[in-house]
């Protein structure tokens, strides 16, 4: 496995071919991660700078160095060096002018992207033409924070993948495959102990920020102000959550699309204060089926484990590759961890 080092400007400086470990972990709804681990050498240290760009043979992904810590002991001579993926370039931006949008959010990442302060390098991807839909309205806010949102409200990944061959970054946005056993369009994929491909499993429940009915407030006060109310729910099952939408300004919208606009706000934080239910594992490359052939980051899988009772089909929202000892482990994550509100305010 190949690590590769390159400047800002995409030209490659060098390669770590003695590194001890190395995680690399993909994300669907931001920015990856990664996580190097290298003895200290004079070649190494010149390498390993704050914002040198690591890539890896065979990846979509490169990461910016962003943390370097330098551990010298009788027991330990290793540098380790971390950071996130190119996309997390977007939260050095902001989005300036007041942004009112309705329309595909697809094309709403794209046109926040493209409102903000250009990034060296960095260029539009093709339009691929998802057809989830969004409306709101945005000023002065973090980009990043604001691609992870629509990210999560429309279940569309986003990437910067690097060309280093011709010196550019590339804006994508993209989907998984369906694979579970309920379809038949796709290749069909189960994790289960039946396939030895669902070792050492960490499942996690939680219901505490279940909402089932939104009342949503706008702009004005008191008996004045507007309020719009969606969901439903009954005795215990009914679970209320209050929506604050001041932020959303009427002036040069229509009554409908105001409405409009603070329903959405209230359907998005309904659909990210859910039931969280996931399930971790490691698995080899290989096994039955085979990693980035077979499946990737964002497909829908099918998870079986018998002994706990459990059968759930799931996105992959998290991939995290580990290289050590000379080989590499696969740990997926299917389905979301715990729900954050979505907070279009911040």
């Not at 994929?189 to 491909?197: H, R, W």
Request: proline letters at 3%; hydrophobic letters at 35%.
């Amino acid at each position: 496995m190949e690590v590769r080092i390159y400047g800002q400007n995409l030209f490659r400086k060098g390669q770590i071919e003695n590194q001890i470990s190395l995680i690399w972990t993909r994300k669907f709804y931001e920015p990856g991660t990664f996580e190097l681990h290298a003895p200290i050498t004079d070649e190494n240290l010149s390498l390993l700078q704050p914002g040198n760009i690591i890539g890896k043979k065979g990846s979509d992904e490169a990461g910016i160095i962003e943390d370097i810590e330098k551990e010298e002991s009788d027991i330990k001579n290793e540098i380790t060096a971390k950071g996130r993926f190119l996309s997390s370039y977007m939260d050095r931006r902001l989005i300036k002018k007041t942004v009112n949008f309705s329309g595909y959010i697809e094309v709403a990442m794209r046109q926040l992207y493209s409102g903000a302060v250009p990034l060296p390098l960095v260029e539009l991807g093709t339009l691929n033409g998802f057809t989830e839909r969004a409306e709101f309205q945005v000023t002065m806010k973090n980009l990043l924070t604001y691609e992870e949102k629509l990210s999560r409200a429309g279940a569309i990944g986003f990437r910067f993948r690097p060309d280093f061959k011709n010196r550019k970054i590339v804006f994508e946005t993209y989907k998984g495959k369906d694979r579970t056993f309920s379809q038949h369009e796709n290749n069909r994929v189960v994790f289960s102990e039946n396939y030895n491909n669902l070792n050492n499993a960490i499942y996690r429940y939680n219901n505490q920020n279940l909402k089932t009915f939104a009342i949503v407030g706008g702009q004005g006060e008191g008996d004045a102000r507007t309020y719009y109310e969606l969901g439903g729910g009954q005795g215990y099952d009914l679970r209320e959550v209050f929506v604050d939408a001041k932020d959303i300004n009427p002036d040069g919208m229509t009554s409908a699309a105001y409405k409009a606009a603070l329903l959405q706000r209230a359907q998005e934080t309904l659909n990210a204060s859910i039931v969280s239910e996931t399930l971790e594992c490691e698995t080899e490359a290989a096994i039955n089926f085979t990693y980035k052939q077979d499946y990737d980051l964002g497909d829908v899988v099918t998870v079986r484990k018998n002994k706990w009772n459990l059968y759930m089909n799931q996105r992959i929202t998290e991939l995290s590759e580990v290289y050590e000892y000379g080989g590499m482990t696969v740990v997926p994550t299917f389905g979301d961890p715990l729900p954050e509100t979505i907070k279009w305010d911040e």
